[in-house]
Nanobody, 126 residues
Framework: QVQLVESGGGLVQAGGSLRLSCVASGRIFIQYDMGWFRQAPGKEREFVGGISWSGGRTYYADSVKGRFTISRDNGKNTGYLQMNSLKPEDTAVYYC???????????????????WGQGTQVTVSS
């Protein structure tokens, strides 16, 4: 089992930045690829970006490419989502997720992930 806890969400003006963190506990974090997803009210959960277990490969949704950056520190069992140039349409609950690194990436579909955090709200005002 892997437990994931997100933090860092909040209210920010358009054009601003936030950094989300995802702390993992339980099984060895380095064995898992990570993904970030978001879900706005009335919408399906949407892929934001992912990172391989080593941090050597990252991939993003087109809607956030060039604005968001995913990283991880395996020594701290923590993943990060740096969000810059935020837009009102980025408003959503953001979730981190983990999947076994033996399964292939990129993994853009929620059902491919084995563990999920509880989510953190990000609200971008115009």
């Amino acid at each position: 089992q892997v437990q994931l806890v997100e933090s860092g969400g909040g209210l920010v003006q358009a054009g601003g930045s936030l950094r989300l963190s995802c702390v993992a506990s339980g099984r060895i974090f380095i064995q898992y690829d990570m993904g970030w997803f978001r879900q706005a009210p009335g919408k399906e959960r949407e892929f934001v970006g992912g990172i391989s277990w080593s941090g050597g490969r990252t991939y993003y949704a087109d809607s956030v490419k060039g604005r968001f950056t995913i990283s991880r520190d395996n020594g701290k069992n923590t993943g990060y989502l740096q969000m810059n140039s935020l837009k009102p349409e980025d408003t959503a609950v953001y979730y981190c997720a983990a999947k076994f690194s033996m399964s292939p990436i990129p993994a853009r579909v929620p059902s491919l992930y084995d563990y999920w955090g509880q989510g953190t709200q990000v609200t971008v005002s115009s």
